[in-house]
């Protein structure tokens, strides 16, 4: 049961660090202070409200199945891109493990619908 939960937080956590790898990708891509501006807060942004409306576990449009494990590893290989992109291919790596392992354990605890409140 610990680990369990431990693995619901630490979904948590993976979703917010997505978040924040979109952000500093944008912060750092941006080629204006302007553009950077736009780019780190507006990726993590859409991001934020594609996840609410089909991922979040109150969504009222959530998806299923394969389709919800699909949209989530599209945010999250995207999170994962974006810090490789920005030079933090440690940090990029790091997070892919931790994704992965979330995942799996996800996957045979069949925790997808829990609602972490």
Request: no cysteine; charged share 10%.
């Amino acid at each position: 049961m610990l680990f369990k939960s431990a693995n619901l937080a630490l979904s948590f956590l993976l979703e917010l660090s997505a978040l924040a790898a979109l952000g500093y990708w944008g912060f750092q891509t941006g080629p204006s202070t302007l553009l950077k501006i736009l780019l780190g807060i507006g990726a993590p942004l859409l991001a934020a409200v594609i996840w609410g409306l089909f991922a979040a576990p109150k969504a009222s449009r959530r998806l299923r199945g394969f389709a919800l494990y699909l949209l989530k590893a599209a945010v999250f290989v995207t999170a994962i891109l974006a810090l490789a992109a920005a030079g933090q291919g440690t940090l990029a790596g790091i997070f892919a493990v931790a994704v992965l392992v979330n995942f799996i354990l996800t996957a045979l605890w069949r925790q997808n619908d829990a609602v972490v409140v």
